[in-house]
């Protein structure tokens, strides 16, 4: 696959720890970030409790970066957003802790007089058997729901035990077959092809065509370090040293556009390649297999299985 390499990355996700960085090296990444021309930044980990949340939001909407904030839902309380901020809710580690029905409950209380651009969960291995579930409580919220790729940057080595498989998806399937479709949003987005497939069988999408770690997507973690994807742990450099322009024509990061345009072994005859291009490299890459196709994928199929 030919990949049309860009001059920087059109979708950013940026993570903050609280002391991890003082404020001018916070700002100096959002002017840098600005400069870029990046068109969409998801603000990640302690940015609702920083200080300088509202001098990122400014300077990322004076840009015209459309901003988000993934948020938990107990940070809603007393939360003011800045202007032109969007609110993603996460519900990740909530139904992580808990399995009770309850938690939607709790959930629909917090979002009374709450205003919420829509829900996020990340689909790992415990919680896939919940996107029925979810997809529900999304709907009968007039919610949008986002289904994003794992954060595996931010915490490799508890969310490398949580991470889905081709597997996991058949205990999915059999609870979305009991699932009111009806129900759901009207707005659904899955970073993964294969649990696309699943949800909208038949349904083409226009986000995340193949892997676009290292190309239209990048992420920055809690020291300023650019990796690729927030999948993918493989650093392309520190954004306070240098520019994302610059880091973006690296050595390092031509390599790995390199390697994605060939797709893994196995997968030159399968029906899906045209769509899925391999999947997702990164999560393949932190496992220690360079040569495998995305851990969700079930097998090549045939032209006759394609859809």
Known sequence: MAIDRLDAPLRLT?????GSL????IELLARRIARAGVFFVTL???FAVSREL?????ILRHAGVQTSLVLEPHALDGFDAPEGLAVLLDLTGLLLRDSGRRTFGEVEARLAGATVAGLSMVPLRPLLVRV??????AGRMALPLHLPNVPLVDDPDHLGRLLPGARDLLGLADALARSDRSAWPQQVVAHDLFLWDLLFPGRD?????????????AHIDADAVLHPCISWPQPLGCLLEDDLVSLWQTSGRQALLQGLETPPSGCGDCAVLNRCHGGCRGLVQARGSEDSPDLMCPGP???DRQS
């Open 14 to 18: 940026w993570t903050l720890r609280t």
């Open 22 to 25: 003082d404020a001018q090296a």
């Open 44 to 46: 990640r980990g302690d």
């Open 54 to 58: 509202d001098s990122v939001a400014g």
């Open 132 to 137: 029925p579930e979810l997809l529900d409580f």
């Open 205 to 217: 999408r226009d986000q995340y065509i193949g892997c676009q770690a290292g190309n239209s997507i």
């Open 301 to 303: 199929r045939p032209a």
